[in-house]
């Protein structure tokens, strides 16, 4: 199992768009969540995709078919600035725990 | 009120010396976890704890140790510091089953 996110740093203007990428490996169905540290702030759960919830205007759908959870927004403020990290529940010796990505810093600018 | 305190902060120690990370948690949570971060880097398990006298390694091999002997209270030592061990290391709680982890603040060790 194994968690991917292939960008370090996203880097977006107000208002626009905003996509943070993760794909897992893992056969079976998965279980994956999105944490958040803000600056200064500690590692906080943001969502998870059992719970098809939207929080802080970001949403996350499960892909199956190209292994992605990849979290979206459609206008990013500026309070959106943080370090986001995947992370999918291990099914092999640690039961349950949970493997995280490398994480993706994203940057807001006014 | 209901949290996980991480002591120290910050730690800076020289080589050689024994050095014990307190984790604490005032939320009725009966697992907790240590996990290991770089800069840059993923957030690595290595060790867990199930309940009161149940310790396990975690996915990423370390030289230090844990005990939980109360449901609250799960310290890692490191009885040898190296200048290897220089990392952030973040303490984690949860209820259950429950799929939410809560993190503390974290302890920066720096060995000199």
């Known amino acids: 199992q194994r968690v991917t996110q292939p960008e370090k740093l996203l880097s977006v203007f107000k208002g626009a768009p905003v996509e943070l990428k993760c794909n897992y490996s893992y056969s079976g169905s998965p279980e994956l969540f999105w944490y958040v540290q803000y600056s200064r702030q500690r590692l906080q759960l943001l969502l998870r995709?059992?719970s098809r919830e939207s929080i802080k205007g970001f949403t996350a759908d499960l892909n199956k078919g190209e292994t992605s959870f990849h979290l979206k927004k459609p206008f990013a403020q500026e309070e959106d600035s943080a370090m986001y990290y995947c992370?999918?529940?291990?099914?092999?010796?640690?039961?349950?725990?949970?493997?995280f990505g490398k994480g993706t810093k994203l940057s807001v600018k006014p | 009120e209901a949290d996980i305190y991480q002591t120290p902060r910050y730690l800076v120690i020289g080589t050689g010396k024994k050095i014990t990370l307190e984790c604490s948690q005032t939320?009725?949570?009966?697992?907790m976890y240590w996990y290991q971060q770089d800069p840059g880097m993923e957030l690595h398990l290595i060790h867990y704890?199930?309940?009161?006298?149940?310790?396990e390694k975690g996915d990423l091999s370390s030289e230090s140790t844990v005990s939980r002997i109360r449901t609250e209270h799960f310290p890692l030592t490191l009885e040898s510091a190296r200048p290897s061990h220089t990392s952030q290391y973040l303490c984690?709680?949860?209820?259950?089953?429950?799929?939410?982890?809560?993190f503390g603040s974290g302890t920066q060790l720096s060995v000199l």
């Open positions: 939320m009725g949570h009966d697992k």
């Open positions: 984690a709680s949860k209820k259950g089953s429950v799929e939410k982890l809560f």
């Open positions: 995709h059992i």
């Open positions: 704890s199930y309940g009161v006298n149940s310790t």
């Open positions: 992370a999918l529940k291990d099914y092999g010796g640690s039961q349950g725990n949970l493997i």
